[in-house]
Nanobody
Framework: QVRLEESGGGSVQSGGSLRLSCAASRVTYYTYRLGWFRQSPGKEREGVASIASYGSTKHADSVKGRFTISQDKAKNTVYLQMDSLKPEDTAIYYC?????????????????????WGQGTQVTVSS
């Protein structure tokens, strides 16, 4: 069973930066997609950024030019660099993963495309 653990959340002022990390353990698969999602009270979970094992990435329009997803395959870790943060970025951020031994995965911002989820990390941006 794959385990995902997020870190790096916290509180920051508007315009500031944070970097989230998601470490995956017990990974025995060869292909995957990894994503970052966020959810604030009263809102649905939304996709923020995604990266596939072959390198394709996707970012939500609301974060393009401000957030960047990247990965370190040797460490089984995916990152979300968040710059120019805004109060509306305040949410719990979740890491998600989908794995296979043979399937080809493209990046995806749809929660239904992921089977494994971390516990989430809080990001709070104050004005």
């Amino acid at each position: 069973q794959v385990r995902l653990e997020e870190s790096g959340g916290g509180s920051v002022q508007s315009g500031g930066s944070l970097r989230l990390s998601c470490a995956a353990s017990r990974v025995t698969y060869y292909t995957y997609r990894l994503g970052w999602f966020r959810q604030s009270p009263g809102k649905e979970r939304e996709g923020v950024a995604s990266i596939a094992s072959y390198g394709s990435t996707k970012h939500a329009d609301s974060v393009k030019g401000r957030f960047t997803i990247s990965q370190d395959k040797a460490k089984n870790t995916v990152y979300l660099q968040m710059d120019s943060l805004k109060p509306e970025d305040t949410a719990i951020y979740y890491c998600a993963g989908e794995y296979s031994r043979s399937a080809y995965y493209s990046s995806s911002l749809r929660p239904v495309d992921y089977s494994y989820w971390g516990q989430g990390t809080q990001v709070t941006v104050s004005s």
